[in-house]
């Protein structure tokens, strides 16, 4: 088996990056989904396309769909989690700008290392990390007390997307916690089967209007959510997880922050105000503090010359 966690080459790390700055954009193209589909129809049909598209990758490549004794408990747990963590999400992103978005759910790695100390054995909080963290939340302050003109549910929307991003993270330590016992998509492709029946029946609920703006841009939008980000990130993502490891390609999620709020300026035509500066710094920098170990000083041997 190849060794986990070994440093990327040059071509995995672009790839990497790649993947990341679509990440970090998929919140843009939420946001332009939303103005034309309402919000669970969305997520519904979001979801259903990118179900099918990973299972035909899987079935391509010969992938096992087949469940094991005791597996089939595990998926309807994830589904649940999956189901309220995307619902929280979209509510969320309907009630506030991509750019807050994408900042305040970046706080999910923080999330995880906070959650990751309790229900993982062995994985605990440094005082590294702990800097990490600190950093992370005093950019959220920034976020919080940020105030826009005509938008009075900002707020509103970032807790429900900080709720969201709370819930994601129960859902990566449960999934860590699993992961040995299943193959990596289906812990993605069956939350997602179940899901979408969810997904459509709130949009049933709750949806007052479901398909209303149907244009090019909320299509390519649909198209982007569904297959480049849910399918084509999703794969392209977990060959490197394999490969690679989880401690290489995390030193690279700071990317996702700085792309998000990029987008959201040059198509979405958001403002970047000084906490929204101040926020993205300080996330980032939480981020790269937990992420990026110190490198080890060579020691030599007394008596031998550099």
Same mark, same amino acid.
């Given at each position: 088996?190849?060794?986990?966690?070994?440093?990327?080459?040059?071509?995995?790390?672009?790839?990497?990056?790649?993947?990341?700055?679509?990440?970090?954009?998929?919140?843009?193209?939420?946001?332009?989904?939303?103005?034309?589909?309402?919000?669970?129809?969305?997520?519904?049909?979001?979801?259903?396309?990118?179900?099918?598209?990973?299972?035909?990758?899987?079935?391509?490549?010969?992938?096992?769909?087949?469940?094991?004794?005791?597996?089939?408990?595990?998926?309807?747990?994830?589904?649940?989690?999956?189901?309220?963590?995307?619902?929280?999400?979209?509510?969320?992103?309907?009630?506030?700008?991509?750019?807050?978005?994408?900042?305040?759910?970046?706080?999910?790695?923080?999330?995880?290392?906070?959650?990751?100390?309790?229900?993982?054995?062995?994985?605990?909080?440094?005082?590294?990390?702990?800097?990490?963290?600190?950093?992370?939340?005093?950019?959220?302050?920034?976020?919080?007390?940020?105030?826009?003109?005509?938008?009075?549910?900002?707020?509103?929307?970032?807790?429900?997307?900080?709720?969201?991003?709370?819930?994601?993270?129960?859902?990566?330590?449960?999934?860590?916690?699993?992961?040995?016992?299943?193959?990596?998509?289906?812990?993605?492709?069956?939350?997602?089967?179940?899901?979408?029946?969810?997904?459509?029946?709130?949009?049933?609920?709750?949806?007052?209007?479901?398909?209303?703006?149907?244009?090019?841009?909320?299509?390519?939008?649909?198209?982007?959510?569904?297959?480049?980000?849910?399918?084509?990130?999703?794969?392209?993502?977990? @060959? /490197? +997880?394999?490969?690679?490891?989880? =401690?290489?390609?995390?030193? $690279?999620?700071? &990317?996702?922050?700085?792309? !998000?709020? #990029?987008?959201? @300026? /040059? +198509?979405?035509?958001?403002?970047? =105000?000084?906490?929204?500066? $101040?926020?993205? &710094?300080?996330?980032?920098? !939480?981020? #790269?503090?937990?992420? /990026?170990?110190?490198?080890?000083?060579?020691?030599?041997?007394?008596?031998?010359?550099?």
């Amino acid at each position: 088996m190849k060794p986990s966690n070994t440093e990327l080459s040059f071509s995995a790390a672009l790839i990497t990056v790649f993947v990341c700055i679509i990440f970090g954009a998929n919140y843009v193209a939420v946001k332009v989904g939303l103005a034309g589909m309402g919000i669970f129809t969305s997520a519904a049909i979001r979801f259903a396309i990118a179900a099918v598209a990973i299972a035909l990758w899987a079935k391509a490549t010969g992938q096992t769909f087949t469940l094991k004794k005791g597996q089939f408990n595990q998926i309807i747990i994830l589904t649940f989690i999956f189901t309220a963590q995307l619902s929280l999400f979209y509510l969320g992103m309907s009630r506030t700008s991509a750019t807050h978005a994408t900042l305040v759910s970046n706080f999910l790695p923080f999330f995880i290392l906070f959650l990751a100390h309790f229900f993982i054995p062995g994985d605990r909080i440094t005082i590294r990390k702990l800097t990490g963290i600190l950093l992370g939340f005093a950019g959220i302050v920034f976020i919080f007390l940020e105030k826009e003109k005509g938008a009075p549910d900002l707020k509103t929307g970032d807790i429900i997307i900080f709720t969201a991003a709370f819930i994601w993270a129960c859902n990566t330590v449960y999934v860590k916690r699993i992961i040995n016992n299943f193959h990596s998509f289906q812990l993605v492709l069956y939350p997602m089967i179940f899901s979408v029946p969810l997904f459509f029946l709130e949009a049933f609920l709750w949806d007052e209007k479901k398909l209303f703006n149907i244009n090019m841009a909320v299509l390519a939008s649909l198209f982007y959510q569904s297959i480049i980000t849910a399918a084509f990130g999703f794969v392209v993502w977990n @060959r /490197l +997880l394999k490969n690679y490891g989880a =401690t290489s390609l995390h030193s $690279f999620i700071f &990317i996702i922050p700085l792309a !998000g709020v #990029l987008f959201g @300026r /040059l +198509l979405l035509y958001e403002p970047i =105000t000084c906490n929204i500066l $101040f926020a993205l &710094i300080l996330i980032t920098s !939480g981020i #790269l503090v937990v992420h /990026l170990k110190p490198v080890a000083t060579p020691v030599f041997p007394l008596g031998r010359g550099l």
